[in-house]
């Protein structure tokens, strides 16, 4: 059974930074895809960050230079590294594995496993 743990979430103030993390159970993360979405209050769940197979990084517009996605495959554990965070960054973050484990799609459909979420809150 595939379980994933997020942590790390918090309050930062804005042009903070904040690691979140997310530990994985039952199945190995090394060479598969794996991403981080998140979902603030009243809108949609949105995709952040994936980490493809061959170790690919793909952001999301709105991140991109500011977040870093990475996994220590020892340990199991995916991160999101997110540096000059700002008020709009406020969300629910979710680490996430695609139910076709090689695929690394933005569709929040096409992923099975879910974590139960990490809050970030960022105050201006």
């Known amino acids: 059974q595939v379980q994933l743990v997020e942590s790390g979430g918090g309050s930062v103030q804005a042009g903070g930074s904040l690691r979140i993390s997310c530990t994985v159970s039952?199945?190995?993360?090394?060479?598969?895809?794996a991403a981080w979405f998140r979902q603030a209050p009243g809108k949609q769940r949105e995709g952040v960050a994936i980490?493809?197979?061959?170790?690919?990084?793909v952001y999301a517009e709105i991140v991109k230079g500011r977040f870093t996605i990475s996994r220590d495959n020892g340990e199991n554990i995916l991160y999101l590294q997110m540096t000059n965070l700002t008020p709009e960054d406020t969300a629910m973050y979710y680490c996430?594995?695609?139910?076709?484990?090689?695929?690394?799609?933005?569709?929040?459909?096409?992923?099975?496993?879910w974590g139960q979420g990490t809050q970030v809150t960022v105050t201006s």
């Open positions: 996430a594995v695609p139910s076709e484990r090689l695929t690394c799609p933005w569709d929040t459909k096409a992923y099975g496993d």
């Open positions: 980490l493809g197979s061959m170790e690919r990084e």
């Open positions: 039952g199945f190995a993360l090394n060479g598969a895809c």
